[in-house]
Structures are given as C-alpha cells and as structure tokens.
C-alpha cells in the first residue's frame, strides 16, 4: 500500500482508467479499488522473488488447478496451440506453472524491459525449467515455427500494441486497438485459442484457471474473422478483468489511442512534438 502513496503517477492512471471504465462508481468505490490494484501488485511482486528460488516441485504444490481437462487438450493437440493471457492476478507464476505441470516448455512473446539487469534476472525466471521466449518485435516468423512444431505459445494480448497494425475492438465498453497476431495465427494454422490467467484466491492461494478453447469464426471473408475473432478474445479477457478487478495491472495506458486527453502527459508530448513540427516547418 506504500507504493498508492508514493508513486502519484501511476495511482492517477490507475483511478483515471477506474473512473473512465466504471463511470457509476462512486468517488470512494474507485479509491478502495485503486488500493486493492497497488495492494495485488506488491504482492506479486514479493511473490516472484519468492518463487524466483522455488523448485518445480515447490511450484506444483504453490498452485491450485482450475479447467485441468482444458490444459491437457492444449499441450496433447500435435498441431499445437495458442495461450492468451493478460497482466492479472500473478501472471509470471501462471505461465511458469504452466509448463511445469505438463512438464513442457512454452514458447513466450515478451516485450523486453529497459533496464538490461532486470531484463535479464526475468528472462532467467521464465526460461529455467525450459520455456523459450521472443522478444514481442519481429515474434511472427519465430511464432509461425513454433506452431508448425507443435509447441504451445503464450501471449498477453490485454495491453495496447505500438505498431500501427492494430485492430478496433471493444474492451470495458470503450474502444482500444489490440494485436490481430493471434487471430491470424489461429487462422492460419488451425490451432485452438485457450484463455488462461492465474488469479489469486481471497486467502492467498493462487489458483491456474484455463478455460476451454474460444469458438472462432472462419469464413470466406478473413478480414472480418481477424476483426471478429480478436473481439471474441478481447472478450475473454474483460471477462476476467470484471471478475478479479484489483487483480489487474490497470497502470497501464490501455485507452490512450482514442482516448489520449485521459492522460495529461500524453497530451504535454503530443503539444511539444506539435511545436517541434512547426519550428522544422518554419525553417527556411
């Protein structure tokens, strides 16, 4: 909970994305909730430097199993299958829980971080009992191997892409441009689509919950699949997001695209890059 008070930037996002999904809640709703998003986040990460030093056996007995049929149909399919995820609950543990407990590796798409140190300590996490992970630029090549090889492949498709070939679905009852990377995947190789998430339990527990494969559209029209089937999967994971709400990683500009007068620094970027273009402009 220090972290609510200390770090004023994100406490702003956060009530600000609360307060723009939720209009009806009142002042005090989003205030306890916002706690309880800083409140979740502290405890992953304490979680996952706990973990960190775990041994597989540590990890199966850490994590309960919720949808096991559905799990065994993803890693017993030889043609492969798709995981998608978002940034809720303990979503480190899941992935790593995961493979694990088919004694299997995954491949991950993973958007490097800055900090070379910490990116490095988190690859080392992810990858120790055998996972393999892409960095999220240039994924598709190495993504369409890994299918073709019968792997099962991980993404968290619940934050805004930074290309421009994003597609308009809704989410929470606004609208957010998300990657149709998966959609045209599934597509294209005829593999299942399995929600997955590893929320955490009122006690503490955390609990791996993979639902069953999402129904996909296919039809002769495939830019109205991509659009439709990567709605069907936004929606998957705002069904998550409304019923473990604190447990999500609402930080996040998730609606800065259409949305950009949310978030008062974007805007101060947006009138400086505009200043900057009309000085150039103004050059002889």
Same mark, same amino acid.
């Given at each position: 909970?220090?972290?609510?008070?200390?770090?004023?930037?994100?406490?702003?996002?956060?009530?600000?994305?609360?307060? =723009?999904?939720?209009?009806?809640?009142?002042?005090? +709703?989003?205030?306890?909730?916002?706690?309880?998003?800083?409140?979740?986040? &502290?405890?992953?990460?304490?979680? %996952?430097?706990?973990?960190?030093?775990?041994?597989?056996?540590? %990890?199966? !007995?850490?994590?309960?199993?919720?949808?096991?049929?559905?799990?065994?149909?993803? =890693?017993?399919?030889?043609? &492969?299958?798709?995981?998608?995820?978002?940034?809720?609950?303990?979503?480190?543990? &899941?992935?790593?829980?995961?493979?694990?407990?088919?004694?299997?590796?995954? @491949?991950?798409?993973?958007?490097?971080?800055?900090?070379?140190?910490?990116? #490095?300590?988190?690859?080392?996490?992810?990858? #120790? =009992?055998?996972?393999?992970?892409?960095?999220?630029?240039?994924?598709?090549?190495?993504?369409?191997?890994?299918?073709?090889?019968?792997?099962?492949?991980?993404?968290?498709?619940?934050?805004?892409?930074?290309?421009?070939?994003?597609?308009?679905?809704?989410?929470?009852?606004? +609208?957010?441009?998300? +990657?149709?990377?998966?959609?045209?995947?599934?597509?294209?190789?005829?593999?299942? @689509?399995?929600?997955?998430?590893?929320?955490?339990?009122?006690?503490? !527990?955390?609990?791996? @919950? $993979?639902?069953?494969?999402?129904?996909?559209?296919?039809?002769?029209? %495939?830019?109205?699949?991509?659009?439709?089937?990567?709605? +069907? $999967?936004?929606?998957?994971?705002?069904?998550?997001?409304?019923?473990?709400?604190?447990?999500? =990683?609402?930080?996040?500009? #998730?609606?800065?695209?259409?949305?950009?007068?949310?978030?008062?620094?974007?805007?101060?970027?947006?009138?400086?890059?505009?200043?900057?273009?009309?000085? #150039?402009?103004?050059?002889?």
């Amino acid at each position: 909970m220090l972290a609510y008070f200390l770090d004023g930037r994100h406490r702003s996002i956060v009530n600000t994305n609360l307060k =723009f999904t939720n209009p009806l809640w009142s002042r005090g +709703t989003i205030r306890q909730l916002a706690g309880q998003v800083f409140q979740n986040l &502290g405890a992953t990460f304490f979680s %996952i430097l706990q973990i960190s030093c775990f041994t597989r056996r540590q %990890i199966l !007995d850490a994590v309960k199993v919720r949808g096991e049929d559905n799990v065994l149909k993803a =890693f017993e399919n030889s043609g &492969g299958a798709i995981v998608i995820s978002a940034h809720l609950g303990n979503w480190e543990m &899941g992935l790593l829980f995961c493979s694990c407990y088919m004694k299997q590796p995954m @491949v991950l798409v993973v958007r490097p971080i800055e900090f070379r140190v910490i990116d #490095r300590w988190l690859n080392r996490f992810r990858t #120790r =009992f055998g996972n393999v992970t892409i960095n999220k630029k240039n994924a598709l090549p190495h993504l369409k191997q890994a299918l073709r090889q019968g792997s099962v492949v991980g993404l968290m498709i619940d934050q805004e892409p930074k290309h421009k070939d994003g597609v308009d679905v809704d989410f929470m009852g606004r +609208t957010v441009s998300t +990657t149709p990377a998966v959609a045209l995947m599934a597509r294209r190789y005829g593999v299942p @689509v399995f929600p997955t998430y590893c929320i955490r339990e009122k006690n503490g !527990d955390l609990t791996f @919950v $993979m639902e069953p494969p999402l129904n996909l559209q296919k039809t002769a029209d %495939i830019k109205s699949d991509l659009q439709a089937n990567t709605q +069907t $999967m936004t929606h998957a994971i705002e069904k998550a997001v409304r019923a473990y709400p604190d447990q999500w =990683f609402w930080c996040h500009k #998730r609606w800065k695209k259409y949305y950009p007068h949310l978030y008062k620094d974007l805007l101060v970027r947006q009138k400086r890059r505009a200043k900057k273009r009309a000085m #150039r402009m103004a050059k002889p």
